[in-house]
């Protein structure tokens, strides 16, 4: 049964950083592209970064690019989300997901197989 458990989320102030892990279970963690996705408060599902199974290449919403970097520790079964810069408007519930394929990843698909319960990023003064 595949499971992923979110954590890391938290209070930032803007401009501040936070680091997202995800723990995996359940499935051959290293052979599924991973992402990240995030839904604010009254809005829809929004695919935020993603990153090859073997973690060879990674892909950013232009929203995010140069501020958060995603990484994963295949050997531990972990995916990462560094943010950086984070603004309010970032505030919202990020959940890790199985991304369908490496291609679903480079074109920043929005499609997924499975996700996580979320964890919660607010960024407030």
């Known amino acids: 049964q595949v499971h992923l458990v979110e954590s890391g989320g938290g209070l930032a102030q803007p401009g501040g950083s936070l680091r997202l892990s995800c723990a995996a279970s359940?499935?051959?963690?290293?052979?599924?592209?991973m992402s990240w996705a995030r839904q604010a408060p009254g809005k829809g599902l929004e695919w935020v970064s993603g990153i090859y199974a073997d973690g060879t290449d990674a892909f950013y919403a232009d929203s995010v690019s140069g501020r958060f970097t995603i990484s994963r520790d295949n050997a531990q079964n972990t995916l990462y989300l560094q943010m950086n810069d984070l603004k309010v408007e970032e505030t919202a519930l990020y959940y890790c997901a199985i991304q369908e394929s490496d291609y679903h990843v480079s074109q920043r698909i929005p499609q997924w197989r499975s996700w996580g319960q979320g964890t919660q990023v607010t960024v407030a003064s």
């Open positions: 359940g499935f051959t963690f290293n052979h599924y592209p």
